[in-house]
């Protein structure tokens, strides 16, 4: 049976979602072996919480060169395991780290990469959504491991769970990943809403919020959802470039998307095109947002979202 390797998530010290996501692709492929990077004396208690019923094995690696170095290190202790086991494929989420991790790896290991897939099979032919969503293209690694990112949400996860074994791995990061040191940090202000690319729910807005982001805000925690915004809204510095949903900000598939106020240029409908249901909230009924939308209201935000919110409340009552 092929042998394949995800690269365990964490959210601080807690297990991220999206890595039961890649344990669920990867039991279509194969065995399932996860990766686990931590901080010298945390890979116990972050290995414990890898417990995805698809997964095997749990292989270990400490380092203060993770935190110290950053991507580089990361890359070449990932690329010295994948060299001595040789593995059908690597996992990993799409993210900015995600992306330059697999990039790193690939190179490292003279493999190829697939970045920001919705899909693989078990035959590891990828699907990703290109040209703003317009195309599909069905593709496959023809050399080395299959290094492949996915994006968040795009698969149900398996709920089992199981004991994997445990391996301690040795580390390896040479002086030549030592070139560029990360001196200082901004950990994410925590608000008490969901991570953008981790969200079940997400309510952005846009250019018709006038800067005023309170309606989206409050239909969003009423909801238990993540906020986003569009470009347009983060370039006025209306909202934080953290949050900017599209294809120069994150890319989000979530299980419902509102979109307030938002018109639906390509590049905000190439990070969200893929969610399963999405609602529209616009005045110009013109706007190339409602092609996309499976449920859509002509009307002002400020007039609907409150509405939407009373309906919310009552319902909640």
């Known amino acids: 049976m092929s042998e394949v390797f995800i690269l365990a998530d964490f959210v601080g010290d807690k297990i991220a979602r999206?890595?039961?996501?890649?344990?669920?692709?990867?039991?279509?492929?194969?065995?399932?072996?996860?990766?686990?990077?931590?901080a010298p004396g945390k890979g116990p208690a972050l290995a414990s919480q890898v417990v995805n019923g698809t997964i095997s094995k749990v292989?270990?690696?400490?380092?203060?060169?993770?935190?110290?170095?950053?991507?580089?290190a990361s890359a070449e202790a990932i690329a010295h395991v994948l060299s001595e086991h040789k593995p059908?494929?690597?996992?990993?989420?799409?993210?900015?780290?995600?992306?330059e991790l697999a990039g790193c790896v690939a190179v490292l290991t003279d493999s190829g990469l697939i970045t920001d897939a919705v899909d693989?099979?078990?035959?590891?032919?990828?699907?990703?959504?290109?040209?703003?969503?317009?195309?599909?293209?069905?593709?496959?690694?023809?050399?080395?491991?299959?290094?492949?990112?996915?994006?968040?949400?795009?698969v149900t996860p398996d709920a089992t769970t199981s004991s994997p074994e445990i391996i301690n791995v040795p580390t390896v990061?040479?002086?030549?990943?030592?070139?560029?040191?990360v001196i200082t940090r901004q950990p994410p202000v925590a608000e008490g809403r969901p991570e953008l690319t981790e969200a079940q729910i997400i309510v952005s807005g846009g250019r018709g919020t006038n800067g005023d982001f309170s309606p989206v805000e409050t239909f969003a925690d009423l909801l238990g959802a993540a906020v986003?915004?569009?470009?347009?809204?983060?370039?006025?510095?209306?909202?934080?470039?953290?949050?900017?949903?599209?294809?120069?900000?994150?890319?989000?598939?979530?299980?419902?998307?509102?979109?307030?106020?938002?018109?639906g240029a390509i590049q905000h409908r190439a990070g969200m095109q893929t969610s399963k249901t999405i609602v529209v909230i616009n005045k110009d009924p013109d706007a190339p947002i409602f092609e996309l939308a499976d449920f859509g209201v002509v009307g002002d935000l400020f007039t609907v979202l409150p509405q939407a919110s009373e309906g919310v409340r009552a319902h909640k009552s």
Request: proline content about 2%.
């Open 120 to 154: 693989v099979t078990a035959e590891l032919v990828a699907t990703q959504i290109i040209f703003g969503g317009s195309t599909s293209v069905h593709s496959r690694v023809s050399h080395g491991s299959s290094i492949i990112t996915l994006r968040s949400n795009s």
């Open 88 to 99: 059908a494929a690597l996992l990993i989420t799409t993210s900015a780290f995600g992306k």
């Open 228 to 263: 986003g915004a569009s470009r347009a809204a983060t370039d006025a510095g209306w909202y934080p470039h953290s949050y900017q949903v599209g294809q120069t900000g994150k890319t989000v598939s979530p299980q419902l998307y509102v979109a307030c106020g938002i018109s």
């Open 59 to 72: 292989l270990v690696m400490e380092s203060e060169d993770f935190d110290r170095y950053g991507v580089s």
């Open 173 to 181: 990061v040479s002086e030549r990943a030592k070139h560029a040191e």
């Open 18 to 38: 999206t890595t039961s996501e890649l344990a669920t692709y990867g039991a279509r492929i194969g065995d399932v072996t996860a990766i686990v990077l931590a």
